[in-house]
Every structure is written in structure tokens, then in C-alpha cells.
């Protein structure tokens, strides 16, 4: 994928907006995928889990693989 304000993140902010840590899956980064996905499930319990999914997002929309 390119870089910052790409397409391929925009897809990956919109998978995530619906799954957390799908978007990262998208952009191959597993362990943060599974990082997002486990931590939105647990605080989801403790009603604090939208916290967790709007980090998700934002982190596969500002994703630079150049980093």
C-alpha cells in the first residue's frame, strides 16, 4: 500500500469502522490487528470499547509503512 491518505487506508479505516483491527489485517500487520480486535472485546465489556474502535480507525487511516 502507499503511504498516508492512500485509498488502500481509506479501505482499511472503513474495515475497521466495522471490525476493529480489520483494517490492520488488511495492511498486514497481524499483531496489531489482534491487539485491537482482543482489546475492543474486553472493553467492550466495560461499555469503554468505542474508545479501542475509534483508535482502530485511526490508526489504519494514518498508517505510513515507511515508519
Known amino acids: ?3 498516508q491518505g492512500s485509498g ?3 479501505i ?3 474495515c475497521s469502522f466495522f471490525i476493529p ?3 490492520q489485517l488488511l495492511q ?3 499483531l496489531m490487528a489482534i491487539v485491537h480486535f482482543v482489546l475492543a472485546g474486553v472493553l467492550w ?3 469503554l470499547g468505542w474508545l479501542i474502535h475509534l483508535w482502530s ?3 489504519a487511516a494514518r498508517f505510513n509503512p515507511g515508519r
Open 21 to 23: 483491527g480489520l483494517g
Open 1 to 3: 500500500m502507499a503511504g
Open 45 to 47: 465489556f466495560f461499555l
Open 57 to 59: 480507525i485511526l490508526d
Open 8 to 10: 488502500g487506508n481509506v
Open 12 to 14: 482499511a479505516a472503513l
Open 28 to 30: 498486514g500487520r497481524l
